[in-house]
């Protein structure tokens, strides 16, 4: 859907996941070298998360020829989507950043589970809250939280019958092989049933990722995260190489 122009006729694109990751990557670049316009001396142009199967695919292995057909200076940001610190990066996002390290383009594969995490939480929460006009939600702090499944602390309790038992608990039921509780004390079984039919009455809801990083740039946050500002700073030292700046 994008026109010639967007692609050909500017020196550096920078592919993003989605519409609201270019609204945060805009809002950082601009911070940072308040110089660069978009649409003058860059692209930020979204790719659709895990399209970029197809995006960068050429047959089985993955390839630059056809972004590079496009412009030959660009970048790309892979959203990690790990809920862990601990949890092993995507085999396939590896193989890509290790593909534009080694042709000499820009790559960042965030070490955070997604863009929403380098936002500072409490104009996350703030943002969202005012957006979807709510007063009191819960949203993960961790920077592998979703972010974007909110839990509205206003919303009526509806226990369901399908419940999702603690991860300890299941362990040794699996332990177990015979589907029997084996092994658990019963106040801790109980407990841990208890915890999971609260767990299905709380209600939550899905965040409107564009409509809400606008609000959160209105703020005008500070880059508070390590990791961001030295991967912004990369980003725009690539866009003023490309325009000779």
């Known amino acids: 859907g994008y026109k010639p ?33 978009e649409g003058l001396h860059y692209r930020v142009m979204f790719y659709g998360g895990s399209n970029y199967k197809s995006f960068l695919r050429d047959g089985k292995e993955f390839s630059l020829e056809f972004i590079r057909s496009l412009n030959q200076n660009f970048g790309i940001v892979l959203d990690s989507d790990r809920k862990k610190t601990r949890e092993q990066y995507d ?17 960042w594969l965030t070490k955070s589970r997604e863009i929403e995490n380098y936002i500072p939480y409490a104009t996350f929460v703030e943002s969202v809250k005012v957006y979807h006009q709510k007063n009191a939600i819960e949203i993960g702090e961790s920077k592998f939280c979703d972010r974007n499944t909110v839990t509205d602390l206003d919303a009526k309790e509806e226990f369901k019958s399908r419940i999702k038992l603690p991860e300890s608990l299941f362990k040794v039921i699996q332990k177990n092989k015979d589907g029997t509780t084996t092994g658990i004390k019963a106040n801790e079984l109980r407990k841990g049933v208890e915890e999971a039919i609260k767990a299905t009455g709380k209600i939550t809801f899905q965040v409107r990722k564009v409509e809400v990083a606008k609000v959160v740039v209105d703020k005008k946050p500070s880059i508070i995260d390590s990791e961001l500002q030295t991967e912004i700073n990369k980003i725009v030292r690539r866009i003023r190489k490309a325009n000779d700046l």
């Open 5 to 37: 122009i967007d692609l050909l006729q500017t020196n550096f694109i920078l592919w993003v996941e989605g519409p609201s990751d270019r609204i945060y990557l805009n809002y950082w670049i601009n911070l940072t070298d308040k110089t660069l316009v």
């Open 91 to 107: 085999k396939r996002k590896i193989e890509i950043k290790e593909l534009f390290i080694n042709n000499n383009h820009y790559c």
